[in-house]
């Protein structure tokens, strides 16, 4: 896609959305990447009814090791895959207060060495708790990298290192929350609603939906 394209789409989705925020409800950094571990497989829905609750009771590492497997268990269990997830939460916050005073940090690598936490999770964490220029790539900024011609790659990774490449600088800050909620709400995966769409006259997907 040529570079016009890109400022072009960019653009339109600034226009559209000036200040995108995630859809997951969280009050610090830890909150929010407990919500983000709880996120992967699940939808932002399901993962604020159950922090709704959680957070009342545990909104720090210490709380949340206090509640201990059983007890955090009580509260995630209608996410799936609950039981490795709060094995990995309670172990996460273990090494926060370990190592990290019970505080988030602020670094690629430290963050992808607490459990639980990948790229994507880190990405979510450094981009939206503490305002860096990441790209975190789910399964709808995937979709809608590869569908639109943005950017074309069999792989995460590879979209996640393209995009970083042909998005400007001045759209970098929100480019992963424009792109998801386009995902999420627009170009869907079973069928793209092109006529809602904002973008589609430089999309280039070759089999847009018909008004």
């Known amino acids: 896609m040529s570079p016009a394209k ?6 339109q989705l ?3 959305n000036p200040s995108p925020q995630s859809e997951l409800l969280y009050r ?3 909150e929010l990447l407990v919500a983000v571990i709880l996120s992967a ?17 545990a909104r720090t590492p ?20 609950y039981n490795t997830k709060a094995r ?12 990290y005073g019970g505080e988030v940090p602020r670094e690629r690598a430290a963050l992808e060495a607490l459990p ?6 880190a990405n979510v964490v450094l981009n939206v708790a ?22 074309r790659a069999s792989s995460p990774r590879a979209v996640e290192d393209e995009l970083l490449r042909v998005i400007p600088a001045q759209f970098m800050q929100h480019a992963h929350h424009w792109l998801i909620l386009h995902g999420r709400y627009i170009c869907k995966a079973r069928v793209p609603d092109c006529p809602r769409c904002p973008i589609a006259r430089w999309c280039e997907y070759p089999h847009k939906t018909p008004p």
């Open 62 to 81: 210490q709380a949340m090791c206090k509640l201990g497997l059983a007890g955090l268990k009580r509260y995630i269990r209608t996410i799936g895959l």
């Open 41 to 57: 497989q699940a939808t932002d829905k399901s993962v604020n009814l159950a922090t709704r609750e959680l957070f009342r009771k």
């Open 130 to 151: 503490f305002g860096q220029a990441t790209l975190a790539v789910d399964t709808h900024v995937f979709r809608v990298a590869n569908r639109t011609g943005l950017a």
């Open 28 to 30: 610090s950094p830890f």
């Open 14 to 16: 600034r226009a559209a």
């Open 6 to 11: 890109v400022r072009s789409i960019f653009r």
């Open 116 to 121: 639980g936490v990948g790229r994507k999770t």
């Open 88 to 99: 990995n939460i309670l172990a996460a916050c273990k090494l926060l207060l370990e190592r």
